[in-house]
């Protein structure tokens, strides 16, 4: 677009008498193709000259008319605004020779130039299953770090484990009592949890279970041998099996920073709140008056000297800034935990450290599922990996029956199912809740993944039948792609590079997946009406260069968000 502006903002400037740039900055994209395809507001002007805007844009299309660029063919005034419309050959040409030069790479920019972004996500609590609760983290987690990535920036995934706090005392103390190694070897998260659960029943009749628990949460953090040999069992068995879903998903972390990783800067912490004079002594406890900032007060340490989470997240933020000189640092987190985020960026302020406003909450909603279609051992605990293998169970069926002849059902049905599962989450936004209905993320002619992925295996296949695997862009064929659908398609695959940019700006990867479905159904459209194996070779040739286009796209886009796409289903 860039060619597009600096051309039509040259012609322009001495016209209004503004700088180029700021033309350039002026110029919008029209909501509608029959608007043209760049516009000039005149509000501005109009205001200095003492005119209505109607009147400017007239009186501006007059001085054009017969005029025309290289990349611009007219320019017209509709009510305030004067539209240019491209020459669609020109544009056709230049956005087409790009994507097939830029290929895997078209979308990206470098807009981040390197800048280190740290991304905290997933992060779930070990000892505890890996519920459903903790889904949207790491599927929008880990399509920001995607999508960042392809902006340039240099990304970090930190998964910001919950290993650390006195629930593992009990822990322990359950596991001394009840616990049996052969049970544990075979299912090591669930029967941890089951023990943690027990725990909680038989402590409501026995008291003494949670002095005893807070004695070995306190020989835990006295470094005690076997307190910490427990602990170090429990963190593994729970990685080992969080790590199981992460492979499914195709997810690696830069790494596992879990809460306990920072245990050793948080005496730091609490001497510099006390030094700068941010916190006070209440009762024994350590505690922040956030009152002037309209937050509730904000615990740093217990009465006994136990620290919290939110002490453990001001040391992190640190260290990553002293570790990784981010530019920005988001928590993908629940919106649930909105003041504890609050809180810990004011206190960062209240530290004096100017990086505190690039550490960024980026909250969502709920998600639930539809009623009755989803039970599980743990009652109503629903559990993620079970969710992942039912959505891939269900698209082998449905695979089965539309395609029985396809050859390697098996990495259709997990592309489809976990890519059911990601966009029925990704397409939304964030921070709304969700409902997950199991028919709704699996239909074929829906708002979905297997929607776009579909799309693209079509075209693969007419590709293949056309036996143009190995297409190369030549200019004349776009001399041939001029119908409405055709020219439809051509701008919307345009708008690709700019969709990223805007999910990365406002962390909304709901933009580039809504996105995704408007290529998806441009192509429909552009199929239904133009026929591609047509007998012109000239035009069978640039249709087939179009529809390649759009396989590229739809698989780069696709990608960002996590999801793959298969050549055949
Ligand atoms: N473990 C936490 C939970 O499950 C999420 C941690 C998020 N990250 C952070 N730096 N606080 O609620």
Redesign the pocket.
Known sequence: MDQYKEEISRVLAPLVSLEQSRVAELLEEPPEPEMGDLAFPCYILASRRKQSPVKVAAELAQSLSGKRGVYWEKAMAQGPYLNFYFDPVVFNQDLLRRIFAEGEDYGKSNRGRGGTVVI?YS???ICKPFGIG?IRSTVIGHALYLILEAQGYRCIGVN???DWGTQFGKMIVAYRRWGDDQQLKEDPVNYLYRLYVRFHREAESEPALEEEARLWFKRLEEGQPEAVDYWKLFRQLSLENYEQIYDLLGIKFDYYHGESHYNDLLDDVIRLVQEKGVATESDGALIVDLEKYGLPPAMLRKKDGATL?LTR?LA?AQYRYNTFNFVKAL?V??AE?KL?FQQMVKILELLGFPWARDCIHIPFGLIRFKEGRMSTREGNMILLEEVLQRSIRLAREIIEEKNPGLKDKESAARAVGLGAVRFGDLSNDRVKDIEFDWDKVLDFTGETAVYIQYAHARICSILRRAGATELTWHDDAADFLTCEEEKKMIKTLAAFPGKIAASAESYRPSILARYLIEVARDFNRFYHSCPVLVDDPELRQARLLLISAVRQVLKNGLALLGIVAPEEM
Request: charged share 10%; net charge negative; proline share 6%.
């Open positions: 905290d992060s779930p609590n903790h910001h484990l919950g989470y997240d992190a928590y987190v629940g935990q504890h």
